[in-house]
Structure formats: C-alpha cells, structure tokens
C-alpha cells in the first residue's frame, strides 16, 4: 500500500540531513528537469535582467555598491529565523 503524503513526509524527516538533502534533491530531479531550468533562466536573463542592465545603462546614478549589497545580504541571511 502506497504512503500518503503525510506518512511520506513523516518518515522522510526521521531520516538523517544529509540523506534528506539528497532525497530531496533527487525527488525535485524527477519533476524539474535541467530543460525547464534552462528555459527559466533563459527568460530570466532576456526580461528581468536585460530590463534591469538597460535601466543601469540609462541611469548609472541607480547603481548599488557591491560592499551596500554586501552588507544588506549579510543583515537579511543574519535576521532569518
């Protein structure tokens, strides 16, 4: 008899990090193929990124200093529960 989701993720957290890491990255294989992560990355870079670097060309005052975004990344990776 087949677990049901809940019984599935029961006993996938009784299991080790590291296994559960892996099963974990294995069951997200079955379903997202490197394919769909291409094209999404794809689109990703030729929208969203290319708006932001045309933005950037045309208003180089927008610009962020990387040790500002440094820093902003370090305060949100700190305060997360």
Do not use: Q
């Given at each position: ?56 060309k ?18 949100k ?5």
């Amino acid at each position: 008899m087949p677990l049901s989701e809940a019984e599935f993720f029961e006993a996938g957290m009784s299991l080790p990090p590291e296994v559960r890491k892996h099963v974990a990255l294995r069951l997200l294989e079955s379903v997202d193929s490197d394919e769909t992560f291409d094209h999404a990355s794809e689109f990703w870079l030729r929208t969203e990124a290319a708006a932001a670097f045309d933005a950037l060309k045309s208003d180089p005052s927008r610009a962020v200093p990387s040790g500002d975004v440094r820093e902003r990344l370090e305060s949100k990776w700190a305060a997360r529960p």
